[in-house]
C-alpha cells in the first residue's frame, strides 16, 4: 500500500457562510490568511497567525458570525500545526487566542470540532473544510502509520492512523492501515472488516480511483484465502463478498494491471462456489468489451468459458488473446486443444507450429501434431475411383470341348492410403522420444520485471546439462531482452528447476531456443 503524497482535492461545490461582515472577518478570511498561507513556515507565518486568532477570539465577531468564525480558527489552527515544532497541543497563550492562557489545546481535535459544526451547518462547506482536513498535518498523520507499518512496527502504526482520522475520517487509507494490522495479528476477519470499511470510503470519489481498485482487489483475493478455513454457511458467504468484488473490479477497470488476477480469482470462487452463473459473468464481461481489456484479461475469461464448457466462446476468446499478443503460449496451447474438441485439425496446424516455434522442447506441444494429422486422418476420404467402362460382350460362340473358361474381371485396385495416418506415428514418435521436457510453470509479468520460472526433465540416459537462450517479447513480438539459462548436471530421469529473470519494463511473452 502506497502512502499519500499530497492531499486529495474536494468535489466543486460552494459553502454558504458569509464573509462579508463583521468587518475584521472580511479582511481577516480573504487577504491575511491568504499571506499566511503563502508564506514559509517560520517566524513570520507564526506572527500572522497570532494576530489572526486575536481577532477570531474577539467575542463580538463570534457572536456577528459563529460559523465564519469558526472556520476561520479550524483553519489557523491547521496553519499553526504547520509550524516547525509544534506538537500535538498548544496553549491559548502560545497562540494568542483569548482567556485563559494557560489552557491547553488538543489542536487537531479542536481544529476537527470547529469544523464539525460547520459541516454540519451546511454539508457543502466541505470544500472549505477538506482541503485543511488533509493538510500537512493529517499527512504526516496517515503517512507515519504507513512507514511504521512497513517497519512492522504495528502498535505504532495504529495510533497514528487514529490520529489521522481526527483530522479526516473520510479517507480509506486508515482503514487501509487497520487491515495491514489485522494481517499482521492474524485476523482475516477484521481484514476483510477494515477492507470492506476502506470501498464505502471510495465510493462517487475520482480521487481515491485506484485506492479502490487496490482495496476491491485485496478483498478478493484475502476472502479467497479466509473461506478455505471457514465452515459453512461462513464459507459462502465470504466466498460471494470476494466474488462481488472481483467483479466489480473486472467492471469497473477493464484496463487496470490487477484486472487479469481478478478474473482468475473470479474463476476459482466460481469453482468453489460451483456457481456457472459466474463462470458467465467473468467470459461475458470481457466478450462485450474486448477492446478494452489486455491480452491477460482475455486469457482468464476464455479459461472461464472453457471451464463452463463453451467451447466455442472460449476458442473465440482465445483467439483474441492472440490477436492482441500472438506469442501468448497458453492461449496458443489452448486454442489448438479446443480445435480438437471440435475436430478442426486443419485449423489445428498454424497454432501448433506457432506454439513449437516458441516452445520447443515441451513434448506436449509436439503431440498436438499428432492430434491434428490423426483428426485429418479420420475425416479422410479416398476420392471416388470412375469404373472403367464396360467392354462390349463378344458374340456367342459355340464353346469347343475341352476349351479353357474365358479370364474374370480383374479387381478395382485398392483406395490409396490416407496422407496423414504417416504423420500421426511420425509426430508421436518424436513426442516419445524427445530427450528432454521443459515446462514453463509460472510466467509473471510486471510493468517494470518478468519472471519465467520453468522445470526441465533429462529423459535420456546420462546427465546433461542443458542450455536455453530465452528471448523476453513485448506486444508486439519485439525482443525486449535475452538471457542465457543453463541448467547444469541434470541426472538421468530427473529434474531441476529454473528462473529467467529480466528488469526490462512491458515484456509480455516469450520464446526461447534449446542449444
Not at 445 to 464: I, P
Amino acid at each position: 500500500m502506497a502512502a499519500p503524497l499530497a492531499a486529495q482535492e474536494p468535489a466543486a461545490a460552494t459553502c454558504p457562510v458569509d464573509f462579508s461582515q463583521p468587518k475584521d472577518l472580511v479582511t481577516l478570511y480573504n487577504i491575511t490568511r491568504m499571506r499566511a498561507l503563502q508564506l514559509a513556515p517560520g517566524d513570520e507565518r507564526g506572527k500572522v497567525v497570532r494576530d489572526m486568532m486575536k481577532t477570531l477570539a474577539n467575542p463580538k465577531n463570534a457572536t456577528a458570525n459563529p460559523l465564519g468564525v469558526n472556520l476561520a480558527t479550524g483553519q489557523n489552527l491547521i496553519i499553526w500545526m504547520m509550524q516547525p515544532g509544534v506538537g500535538n497541543t498548544a496553549t491559548r497563550g502560545q497562540m494568542n487566542w483569548g482567556e485563559p492562557k494557560d489552557q491547553v489545546i488538543d489542536l487537531a481535535k479542536t481544529a476537527d470540532s470547529l469544523f464539525a459544526t460547520v459541516e454540519a451547518a451546511s454539508p457543502a462547506c466541505l470544500t472549505e473544510t477538506r482541503p485543511f482536513r488533509q493538510a500537512k498535518p493529517w499527512q504526516d498523520r496517515i503517512n507515519n502509520a504507513f512507514r511504521l507499518m512497513q517497519a512492522n512496527q504495528v502498535d505504532s502504526a495504529e495510533y497514528w492512523a487514529k490520529e489521522s482520522q481526527v483530522l479526516d475520517r473520510w479517507s480509506p487509507y486508515a482503514p487501509r492501515v487497520y487491515a495491514a494490522i489485522a494481517q499482521v495479528r492474524g485476523s482475516q476477519a477484521d481484514m476483510m472488516k477494515h477492507l470492506e470499511e476502506a470501498l464505502k470510503l471510495t465510493e462517487n470519489d475520482t480521487t481515491y480511483l485506484e485506492d479502490r481498485r487496490a482495496v476491491l482487489f485485496q478483498i478478493g483475493q484475502v476472502g479467497l484465502e479466509y473461506a478455505e478455513i471457514q465452515p459453512e454457511p461462513k464459507r459462502t458467504e465470504t466466498l460471494k463478498r470476494a466474488s462481488a468484488a472481483l467483479l466489480q473490479l473486472s467492471t469497473e477497470a477493464p484496463g487496470g494491471e490487477s484486472t487479469p488476477y481478478a478474473l482468475s480469482g473470479l474463476g476459482m470462487a466460481a469453482t468453489s462456489l460451483k456457481d456457472t452463473s459466474l463462470f458467465e459473468k467473468c467470459y461475458q464481461l470481457v466478450d462485450k468489451s474486448i477492446d478494452k481489456y489486455s491480452d491477460m484479461s482475455a486469457l482468464q475469461a476464455a479459461i472461464c468459458a472453457n471451464r463452463m464448457g463453451k467451447v466455442p466462446e472460449a476458442v473465440k476468446l482465445f483467439e483474441a488473446t492472440l490477436t492482441k499478443n500472438s506469442n501468448s503460449r497458453d492461449a496458443l496451447y489452448n486454442a489448438a486443444a479446443l480445435m480438437y474438441e471440435l475436430r478442426k485439425g486443419t485449423e489445428m496446424l498454424p497454432l501448433v507450429n506457432k506454439l513449437v516455434t516458441i516452445d520447443p522442447a515441451n513434448p506436449d506441444n509436439v503431440a498436438l501434431y499428432a492430434y491434428a494429422y490423426n483428426v485429418l486422418n479420420e475425416q479422410w476420404k479416398p476420392p471416388v475411383q470412375e469404373a472403367p467402362p464396360a467392354a462390349a460382350p463378344a458374340p456367342a460362340t459355340p464353346a469347343r470341348p475341352g476349351a479353357r473358361p474365358a479370364p474374370r474381371p480383374a479387381a478395382p485396385p485398392p483406395p490409396p492410403p490416407s496422407p496423414y495416418a504417416d504423420s500421426v506415428a511420425k509426430y508421436m514418435k518424436i513426442n516419445d522420444e524427445m530427450p528432454h521436457r521443459m515446462v514453463i510453470v509460472e510466467f509473471v509479468r510486471y510493468a517494470d520485471r518478468a519472471l519465467v520460472r520453468a522445470e526441465v526433465e533429462n529423459r535420456a540416459k546420462t546427465a546433461r546439462t542443458i542450455e536455453f537462450t530465452f528471448e523476453l517479447l513485448d506486444i508486439t513480438g519485439a525482443v525486449l531482452d535475452t538471457q542465457v539459462a543453463k541448467v547444469e548436471n541434470v541426472a538421468a530421469g530427473a529434474t531441476k528447476e529454473f528462473e529467467v529473470k529480466s528488469d526490462k519494463p512491458k515484456i509480455a511473452a516469450w520464446r526461447y531456443t534449446l542449444k
